[in-house]
T-cell receptor
Framework: KAGVTQTPRYLIKTRGQQVTLSCSPI?????VSWYQQTPGQGLQFLFE???????NKGNFPGRFSGRQFSNSRSEMNVSTLELGDSALYLC??????????FGPGTRLTVL | GIQVEQSPPDLILQEGANSTLRCNFS?????LQWFHQNPWGQLINLFY???GTKQNGRLSATTVATERYSLLYISSSQTTDSGVYFC???????????FGAGTRLAVHP
């Protein structure tokens, strides 16, 4: 089976812009979770989608949003980018409530 | 919510040495995973181990759920073992993993 894929791998944006990141889960997995990793805050949960529904959300401002499509692919969007949004964004897929498999990540730099 | 603490934060080893990484969690868990983050940032699954003991080559892990800790053992370490090791726990429903701060391991030849 192919692993979790994320696009793009690298992204450079300027403050105030918006960005959309994409995640394709492992075939057959219906749960997709998103995490942000920064040197200061570590790995933090953003949100989780299951069958196109957001089931859980972390403690992030409303500028961070996401969605899941009927084929389980997911996108996350960050609007009005701030310098502090520079981070590695990781998505994970899971078949059920056990092992989560992570993609390679999208490294976002906000200038 | 659940809190996850890892120790030590940093570890330096000579190639061939053994090491033990610890993960403490503050509440009962129904999912405990260990990951190795490679230099490019990807989290590589090592173990899914909410309880019991598992082994995979030179690596093994033990989770004592009743005492709320998990241990990752690395034997005969190699330079390729270098990187950051994370444990992450899930408590309650849905797939919200809570990560520890990680243990940064450096193995020197």
């Amino acid at each position: 089976k192919a692993g979790v894929t994320q696009t793009p791998r690298y992204l450079i944006k300027t403050r105030g812009q918006q960005v959309t990141l994409s995640c394709s889960p492992i075939s057959g997995h219906r749960s997709v979770s998103w995490y942000q990793q920064t040197p200061g805050q570590g790995l933090q949960f953003l949100f989780e989608y299951f069958s196109e529904t957001q089931r859980n959300k972390g403690n992030f401002p409303g500028r961070f949003s996401g969605r899941q499509f009927s084929n389980s692919r997911s996108e996350m969007n960050v609007s009005t980018l701030e310098l502090g949004d520079s981070a590695l964004y990781l998505c994970a897929s899971s078949g059920n409530w056990d092992t989560q498999y992570f993609g390679p990540g999208t490294r976002l730099t906000v200038l | 919510g659940i809190q996850v603490e890892q120790s030590p934060p940093d570890l330096i080893l000579q190639e061939g040495a053994n090491s033990t990484l610890r993960c403490n969690f503050s509440d009962s868990v129904n999912n405990l995973q260990w990951f190795h983050q490679n230099p490019w940032g990807q989290l590589i699954n090592l173990f899914y181990i909410p309880s019991g003991t598992k082994q995979n080559g030179r690596l093994s892990a033990t989770t004592v759920a009743t005492e709320r800790y998990s241990l990752l053992y690395i034997s005969s370490s190699q330079t390729t073992d270098s990187g950051v090791y994370f444990c992450a726990a899930l408590s309650g429903g849905y797939n919200k993993l809570i990560f520890g701060a990680g243990t940064r391991l450096a193995v020197h030849p």
